[in-house]
């Protein structure tokens, strides 16, 4: 990185922040930036503060949406005594875009992760108690990931409602072990909703 | 220029590192090398080469090379021997182990060869899956890594007076110091919680009992608490920081365990 100018480091080292994105990577991309129409740079950057700016969690399942409340949780004619419980929203988008279901979601914003110090606390887990104790809840889907940190997850919800009279049922995992939701097919994950089974 | 050299191993699988778009940096435990830390190439889009083999915990066969001992291993294949699914399929004892596993992390320092410590972690495991869980045996294994790994804490006599433990005494736990005094030699302060005789004599007896007779013990709800707190104060100093996981495990007891 010696050899760059100080504001080329400066965007390199912040876009190696990014997930994914290593420093070799991320001088590629600061070189393309580099490069690039001044017009073509400023939507890029426009873009980005805007997502910040416009984005927020809906109020009822904590999927991003630029409303108060999502457009899953605004359609009626979805049956709303369900929620699929999802990691992250790129997992609801995958569920979403299998088309295999019909109900309403809840994000949790990441999985018990023990040796990164995610805990409970850190899981958008009472918002979804407070959910199901206001209102006719009959089935709760459990779809973290097939992983170490998925499956402790769904273990960890199923000992907090097991009081409750809620279905709970997990996603078959037809999906291996270790895998990620977002990487799976359309086709597999339709399936796993299908042929979830009782916790 | 010098070759690669090819190494087997078996392994367990401490944790992974997200390294670019599709690689993974892997740190093991190996029964061969200790603390290994390898780049598996393509491990996050390959369904086939490295097929969900790098979850925490899981016992693994590994083959890698590398140049030098100092350099990053590049981990050709990895076959689990064990994914210890009871453990995996009880909350608990998910917590349980991943606290094991960052405990050795923690106290191990790379590329140092320990095989002690590589079947510690392979009896505990093995009996966390076969058994109910317990705080004896969480105690125990804290024990015996210490001593393993060179910081086994004085818990037979007083550090200062040298006296012997002996029943009826009750006696301070000094993390600074490493060790017990006796309530005579610790002039101790109002707030300092004292410890029992038996508390004492129960941790010296964990660290050398036989595996198997482990699952008997049941800690009552004092000398748990007591052990727990001489062990926990005296890995928070060694390490000068909290241990994440176990921060999560007692956050997830506290809510519904
Ligand atoms: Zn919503
Ligand atoms: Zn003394």
Known sequence: MKAYAQPIKRLISELAKLPGIGEKTAARLANYILRATEDDVCKLAESMVEVKRKIKLCRICLNPTEEDICYICHDKTRDQEVICVVEEPDALAAIEES????????????????????????????????????????????????????????????????????????????????????????????????????? | ?????????????????????????????????????????????????????????????????????????????????????????????????????????????????????????????????????????????????????????????????????ANGTAYYFYAQEGGIKCAGCAKPERYDQSISAGTVRTLLLGKDMDIDKIKLINLSNSLAAESRNILIGFITHVLSREVKSLKVLEQVRKLCL
């Open chain 1, 99 to 199: 088309g295999g279901f019909r109900g309403l979601y809840h994000v949790l914003h990441g999985a018990l992760a023990p040796l990164d110090g995610i805990g409970p606390d850190n899981l958008r887990l009472s918002e979804l108690l407070l959910r199901i104790n206001n209102g006719h809840i009959r089935e709760i889907i459990i779809a973290t990931n097939p992983n170490v940190h998925g499956e402790a997850t769904a273990l960890l919800i199923t000992r907090m409602l097991k009081e409750k009279d809620i279905k709970l049922t997990r996603i078959a995992t037809g999906v291996p072990m270790g895998g990620d939701l977002k990487y799976i097919d359309k086709m597999t994950i339709s399936k796993s909703l299908e042929f979830r089974r009782g916790m």
């Open chain 2, 1 to 165: 220029m010098t070759g690669r050299e090819t190494h087997k191993t078996k392994a367990f699988v401490l944790h992974c590192l997200n390294y670019g778009e599709a690689d993974l940096i892997v740190t093991f435990y190996s029964s061969d090398f200790g603390k290994l830390k390898g780049i598996a190439k393509g491990a996050k889009n390959s369904k086939k080469r490295f097929a969900n083999v790098f979850e925490p915990f899981s016992l693994t066969s590994i083959i890698f090379t590398r140049k030098s001992r100092d350099m990053l291993a590049f981990i050709d294949s990895c076959e689990i021997i064990d994914h210890y699914d009871a453990i995996r399929h009880d909350l608990e004892k998910t917590l349980i182990a991943s606290y094991f596993i960052d405990l050795v992390d923690h106290f191990s320092p790379e590329g140092k060869k320990n095989e002690k410590i590589f079947e510690l972690l392979n009896n505990f495991l093995t009996l966390l899956g076969q058994e109910k869980t317990s705080d004896a045996a969480v105690r125990f294994f804290e024990m015996r890594l210490l001593r393993l790994a060179g910081f086994e804490p004085t818990l037979d006599h007083c550090i200062t007076c040298k006296t012997p433990v």
